[in-house]
T-cell receptor, first 115, second 116 residues
Framework: RKEVEQDPGPFNVPEGATVAFNCTYS??????FFWYRQDCRKEPKLLMS???SGNEDGRFTAQLNRASQYISLLIRDSKLSDSATYLC????????????????FGGGTRVLVKP | GAGVSQSPSNKVTEKGKDVELRCDPI?????LYWYRQRLGQGLEFLIY????????KSGLPSDRFSAERTGESVSTLTIQRTQQEDSAVYLC??????????????FGPGTRLTVT
C-alpha cells in the first residue's frame, strides 16, 4: 500500500460545478497535511494547509478525517483556471521543533474544468 | 520577496557526463529539499537538509547522486556518470517554521535535465 494514495483522475468538471476528491494516508501518526496544486510543466504551489477542524479558503474547502485517515479537497464554482493536478501531501513523522520535516507526496489528482 | 531559485533551468548532457544543479532557497529558510519528477510521474524525494543536522539521504537512488549545502544557503545536487533514466525535472524546495504547521514547502521552478 502506498503511503499517500490519490485517485489519479482525470475528474472532468463542468465550469461552475463542484468537485471533491480524497486522499488516504497510511501512517496514523501523521501530523501535518497540505494540498498543493501543480500546473503542467510547472512546479507545485502550496494551495492550503489542512487544519484538524477543516478549513476554507474562498472556493476551496479542506477536511481532515483522522479516524478514517483521509483528507479531502472540495472546489466550488469551478473555474477554467482550476484545471491542474492537485497533490496531497503528508508529514509522516512526529512533530519536530525544527523548521521542516520530510513530506510524502501523493501521485496527484488531475482536474479538468471544461466550459 | 524572492522565491526559491534554481539553475540552470534546462540542461542537456551526454550520457556518462557529470552534472551539477544549483538551488538558492528563500532567505531564512533552514530546511531544503531536493525532489525528482519524471515526465507524467509524481514527486520522488531525494534528500533533505535541516540546519546543521546530518542530511536525510534516504531518497538518493544510487551513489552517483550526491548533494551538499553550505550552511543555510545554497545547495548543489551532483549527478555523476549520468544515465538516460536520470532525465527528469529536479525540484528544490525550502521551508521555515511558522506556527504549528511549519512544514510548508515552497518550490523553485526546477531544472529540466535531459540525458542523451
Amino acid at each position: 500500500r502506498k503511503e499517500v494514495e490519490q485517485d489519479p483522475g482525470p475528474f472532468n468538471v463542468p465550469e461552475g460545478a463542484t468537485v471533491a476528491f480524497n486522499c488516504t494516508y497510511s501512517n496514523s501518526a501523521s501530523q501535518s497535511f497540505f494540498w498543493y496544486r501543480q500546473d503542467c510543466r510547472k512546479e507545485p504551489k502550496l494551495l492550503m494547509s489542512v487544519y484538524s477542524s477543516g478549513n476554507e479558503d474562498g472556493r476551496f474547502t479542506a477536511q481532515l478525517n483522522r479516524a478514517s485517515q483521509y483528507i479531502s479537497l472540495l472546489i466550488r464554482d469551478s473555474k477554467l483556471s482550476d484545471s491542474a493536478t492537485y497533490l496531497c501531501v503528508v508529514n509522516m513523522g512526529v512533530p519536530v521543533r525544527a523548521a521542516g520535516n520530510k513530506l510524502t507526496f501523493g501521485g496527484g489528482t488531475r482536474v479538468l474544468v471544461k466550459p | 520577496g524572492a522565491g526559491v531559485s534554481q539553475s540552470p533551468s534546462n540542461k542537456v548532457t551526454e550520457k556518462g557526463k557529470d552534472v551539477e544543479l544549483r538551488c538558492d532557497p528563500i532567505s531564512g529558510h533552514t530546511a531544503l529539499y531536493w525532489y525528482r519528477q519524471r515526465l507524467g510521474q509524481g514527486l520522488e524525494f531525494l534528500i533533505y537538509f535541516q540546519g546543521n543536522s546530518a542530511p536525510d539521504k534516504s531518497g538518493l537512488p544510487s551513489d552517483r547522486f550526491s548533494a551538499e549545502r553550505t550552511g543555510e544557503s545554497v545547495s548543489t545536487l551532483t549527478i555523476q556518470r549520468t544515465q538516460q533514466e536520470d532525465s527528469a525535472v529536479y525540484l528544490c524546495a525550502s521551508s521555515f517554521r511558522s506556527g504549528k504547521y511549519g512544514y510548508e514547502q515552497y518550490f523553485g521552478p526546477g531544472t529540466r535535465l535531459t540525458v542523451t
